[in-house]
């Protein structure tokens, strides 16, 4: 084997059994929008998924689990790297971005962190923290345990007081509360969207374009309706889906 090639397959060699840290996932900034894509229903293992449009009023209870090594560095749900080692978790329907106070009803213990991944997709298991996440908990020595999950706004920095960090938070408004807006469509080009929006001007009497910027890119997004309330929001969505628009989807106006 010449010299170069032996030299190359040690070198690969090296990298591969060298632990590998991805770079910490950076936060979304207070407010924005999900990422695109990341709200829209999804299918695994036969079971459709309906993400909510807002997590405001979230709360349930029911059994944690963690991830961690064999999922460090792969893509989450919102396309950033797992980290193990950062406060992050997996939920099937929060939207991505939001932050959810856990706590561990065995002892009232709880941690600050942030949804950036769908799952866990286990009966009875309502949501799958990081490692360093249920560390935090102290729980990550059990398989499960009991919690209750509750969406939280963060107010200020976490903070290190005593043996543990704390944090202020306050609770966020029922998120069944509107105003939604239907999405039927999201394009790059805009005389692709102003088709769309004529088309469903013609069908259901009104609809609008409105345009969001991610990572720099601008999308027009066409939506229709204005809904006081997620139920009703829910089922104009479900009549829209059967008339041929399957990509629909509930979301609720930014900045309301």
């Known amino acids: ?137 102290g729980i990550h020595n059990d398989g499960l345990a009991p919690v209750v999950v509750e969406a939280v706004r963060v107010t200020t920095p976490v903070m290190v007081a005593g043996s543990g960090p704390s944090w202020q938070v306050e609770p966020v408004r029922p998120y069944r509360q509107g105003p939604f807006v239907i999405q039927v469509g999201s394009f790059q080009n805009a005389e692709n969207a102003q088709r769309l929006k004529k088309e469903m001007d013609r069908r259901y009497g009104s609809a609008a374009v409105r345009t969001a910027s991610i990572n720099g890119t601008a999308f027009y997004r066409v939506q229709v309706g204005v809904f006081p309330d997620l139920d009703r929001a829910m089922q104009s969505m479900e009549t829209l889906q059967r008339s041929g628009y399957r990509d629909a989807f509930v979301i609720a106006l930014e900045g309301q």
């Not at 010449?2 to 040690?10: C, E, G, L, S």
């Not at 998924?49 to 059994?63: H, K, L, V, W």
């Not at 286990?122 to 490692?131: A, K, W």
């Open 1 to 137: 084997m010449p010299a170069m090639v032996v030299f190359v397959a040690v070198a690969l060699l090296v990298a591969g059994c060298a632990p590998k840290k991805p770079p910490s996932p950076t936060a979304l900034p207070p407010g924005s929008p999900p990422p695109l894509g990341t709200q829209k229903p999804y299918q695994i293992n036969g079971v459709w998924y309906y993400p909510i449009p807002s997590a405001e009023g979230f709360r349930e209870e029911g059994y944690a689990s963690w991830y961690g090594r064999d999922f460090h560095g792969r893509p989450t749900a919102c396309g950033e790297p797992f980290d193990m080692y950062a406060m992050t978790a997996a939920h099937k329907i929060l939207p991505i971005g939001t932050h959810v106070k856990v706590t561990d009803k065995r002892t009232g213990r709880s941690i600050i962190v942030r949804v950036n991944d769908r799952g866990p997709f286990v009966p009875g298991r309502i949501i799958d923290l990081s490692y360093e996440a249920a560390r935090a908990l």
